[in-house]
């Protein structure tokens, strides 16, 4: 058992005659990932998988080689954040959460340190003395991720813990994510912010339908997607002199330069070839460059590509 | 695969022992029952009836209180088994209303509101949730039931002496089961009733119709079919049945306790009694099990 993977080995969820995931293989390393698909594609399923809140009908799931029908093993490493606004009325924010490390086994102090520290992370230091039922919806958000990561878990899952922050606090919360992905723990968010992902995740796996339709680092599964050409903007003095050397080459399928005449767009099949020849002549003709980068090498272009839809999933 | 830092340290301190853990959710469900006047008024009302008792059994071993008063002692005076089984009935009808008010708001927000992978979410299984839940119950009504009954038989063994205390064991241990049957049957369906309505007051209300209509269904029944099978569907004569069979009194008109009256010739096999309880139970165990899950599944 692979003790440093959350491993899903063939995992299948119906719900009745209704599928939640089928037929999914995955084995996510430790960092930052990223699960992105439309409504109903088997986020949440797949969340609530790895946490134990539903069990699979077909297939194992291990977190850090722990089977998630386990939970006082399992909850000792995992910390969740769930997408449901639920909170004990009464509770203020400190309670809250004072309450909560105490079923973790804490004593009273730890539990009330671990409190003060958590919501000082999350920036509800001010509010902790509030009821949570008065708190507005960026702060319930946060103390739902303060909640999740209190007892300091190994594994994160934060289903769309984005969702109602301010842009500052988003900002923050995305570099704690970072923070926490390179101390090596395992970073599991959805999101439907495709450009977010794109800053936040060292992998991704996109769903559709229950199925997993691509997984790892974006740039590997960019280059998976055969039939979408990769799109490339040069920057340079001469575009038109580059696009004439460009159209030789078989591998590159349009060329377009753009309306300041500055720059080329180019579409081809195999990135690497291109580079490669880029630099020859660069080399050769002395062709002079400003950038050069991958104009869909990112979430919502690959997520387009493959599951259909623009961005705006959830 | 990146090159991590390593410097997560998971927590490896002292742990409290995880059979105690449940109490922490009993501990914040009464902070939220302290809050309500009714429900605190209620429940020390609960205890006039016990302080009575006790009056009555000082009175009894200390006759000369009433030649004080200028009242004549009556010529029978005794307190035995029936004064208790009494006490037992009329107590526990108290501890049926209290649960009626408190046990539905245990579980229903929590359901309705999909809070349940708050607490599942922790080192804490979906047996130490009920669990916690029903220690709340379990407290309140052991204090209204069996502890003031154990005090009033501690009572009366005092002023009575060892020699009646060791010839009536029999009360304290019929009061202690009995109470705890109560309790136990009670939690279960007021824990169960409102996993499945999610509703507090529908709860509630289900809970005053398992216990009166269905009793005046079974009723209708025995009625209609010239039969007394129809107590079946009569808790409080079930309970009463096993609560006579306890306190061992032998069966007379109108034998058993308050509210909870076994009507002569209208017995039922004490085993039938019991089975129909544990039937009871496992049913409210069994909603229970479909109902407490971390996650609903909607079909």
């Not at chain 1, 038109?240 to 309306?259: K, P």
């Amino acid at each position: 058992m692979n003790e440093a993977a959350i491993v899903f080995d063939n995992v299948s969820r119906f719900y009745g005659d209704v599928l939640g995931v089928n037929g999914v293989n995955l084995s996510i390393p430790p960092g930052v990932t990223s699960l992105v698909g439309p409504n109903g594609s088997g986020k949440t399923t797949l969340m609530n998988l790895m946490t134990g809140l539903i069990r699979p009908t077909r297939g194992t799931v291990s977190v850090r080689g722990i089977p998630p029908d386990r939970p006082h093993e399992l909850f000792r490493v995992v910390g969740y954040c769930t997408q449901f606004d639920s909170f004990p009325k009464s509770f203020t924010g400190y309670e809250f959460l004072f309450s909560y490390l105490l079923l973790h086994g804490m004593r009273a102090t730890e539990a009330d340190r671990r409190a003060l520290e958590a919501l000082a992370q999350v920036g509800l230091l001010e509010a902790a003395n509030r009821k949570v039922a008065a708190y507005s919806k960026g702060m319930r958000q946060r103390i739902k991720l303060a909640h999740a990561i209190a007892h300091d878990p190994r594994v994160l899952v934060l289903d769309e813990p984005l969702n109602g922050l301010d842009p500052m606090a988003r900002a923050e919360t995305i570099a704690l994510f970072q923070q926490w992905g390179e101390q090596g723990r395992h970073v599991i968010v959805s999101s439907h912010i495709l450009h977010e992902v794109d800053r936040i995740s060292d992998q991704v796996i996109l769903l559709s339908h229950g199925y997993v339709v691509a997984e790892g680092q974006i740039q590997g599964v960019r280059s998976e997607v055969s039939d979408h050409p990769i799109q490339i903007l040069v920057r340079c003095l001469r575009p038109a002199a580059l696009a004439s050397r460009l159209f030789e080459q078989d591998h590159v399928v349009e060329a377009r330069i753009t309306d300041d005449r500055r720059g080329l767009a180019v579409r081809t099949r195999d990135a690497d070839r291109f580079y490669l020849l880029l630099n020859r002549l660069v080399v050769e003709s002395g062709l002079q460059l400003e950038s050069v980068a991958p104009v869909d090498e990112d979430v919502s272009s690959v997520y387009q590509y493959l599951i259909g839809t623009q961005g705006g999933a959830s | 695969m990146a090159v991590y830092k390593k410097t997560y340290r998971p927590y490896d301190g002292h742990l409290t022992p995880s059979w105690s853990r449940f109490l922490v959710v009993a501990r914040y469900a009464y902070e939220d029952l302290r809050r309500s006047r009714f429900l605190s008024f209620f429940f020390f009302a609960s205890f006039l009836y016990p302080l009575g008792c006790a009056f009555t059994i000082y009175l009894r071993y200390n006759l000369g209180v009433l030649d004080a008063f200028g009242l004549a002692p009556p010529k029978s005076f005794a307190i035995e088994a029936p004064f208790y089984l009494t006490f037992l009935g009329f107590q526990s009808m108290l501890a049926f209303f209290l649960n009626a008010f408190i046990g539905p708001g245990l579980v229903a927000p929590d359901l309705a509101n999909n809070a349940l992978p708050l607490y599942l979410s922790r080192p804490f299984s979906r047996a130490e949730y009920v669990l916690g839940k029903m220690s709340v119950l379990a407290i309140l009504l052991s204090l209204m039931t069996w502890v003031p009954g154990l005090a009033l038989f501690a009572l009366q063994g005092y002023l009575a002496g060892f020699q009646w205390t060791m010839s009536n064991l029999r009360i304290p241990t019929a009061l202690f089961a009995g109470s705890w049957i109560w309790i136990l049957i009670l939690s279960l369906l007021s824990l169960a009733m409102s996993a499945w309505v999610k509703w507090k007051p529908v709860a509630g209300a289900l809970l005053f119709g398992i216990f009166f209509v269905a009793s005046g269904f079974g009723a209708a029944i025995n009625g209609v079919l010239k039969t007394k099978w129809g107590h079946l569907m009569n808790v409080s004569h079930l309970i009463g049945s096993v609560w006579v069979s306890l306190f061992e009194e032998p069966l007379k008109r109108g034998a058993g306790a308050v509210f909870f009256r076994v009507a002569f010739g209208e017995e039922i096999p004490i085993w039938c009694c019991w089975a129909s309880l544990i039937c009871l139970c496992l049913f409210c165990l069994y909603l229970l099990d479909r109902k407490i899950r971390g996650v609903e599944v909607i079909r």
